[in-house]
Nanobody, 114 residues
Framework: QVQVVESGGGLVQAGGSLRLSCAVSGSNFRFTIMDWYRHAPGSQREFVARITVGGDTNYADSVKGRFTISRDNAKNTLYLQMDSLKSEDTAVYYC????????WGQGTQVTVSS
């Protein structure tokens, strides 16, 4: 059974940085297109970033130029480097593959104070 475990969240001031990690077990990670999503209170879950098997990336307009998605296939781990954080980035962050989804992990909370 596939398991995803997100980590690396925390409380940071606006303008600061965080690096999120997502460990994936039980799947052919290196052959899987992976996404980061986030869910803020009162909002729907939204797409943040994607990385393909070949390493191509794309981003939501709201994070373009500030966030960087990457992967380490040897470690079955997905990353999200978040720089120049804003208060509107506050959310629980999740990783998953493109649909059909794995079972969702617990996510990691990111709180940006202004």
């Amino acid at each position: 059974q596939v398991q995803v475990v997100e980590s690396g969240g925390g409380l940071v001031q606006a303008g600061g940085s965080l690096r999120l990690s997502c460990a994936v077990s039980g799947s052919n990670f290196r052959f899987t297109i992976m996404d980061w999503y986030r869910h803020a209170p009162g909002s729907q879950r939204e797409f943040v970033a994607r990385i393909t098997v070949g390493g191509d990336t794309n981003y939501a307009d709201s994070v373009k130029g500030r966030f960087t998605i990457s992967r380490d296939n040897a470690k079955n781990t997905l990353y999200l480097q978040m720089d120049s954080l804003k208060s509107e980035d506050t959310a629980v962050y999740y990783c998953n593959k493109i649909p059909p989804f794995f079972a969702w992990g617990q996510g990691t909370q990111v709180t940006v104070s202004s």
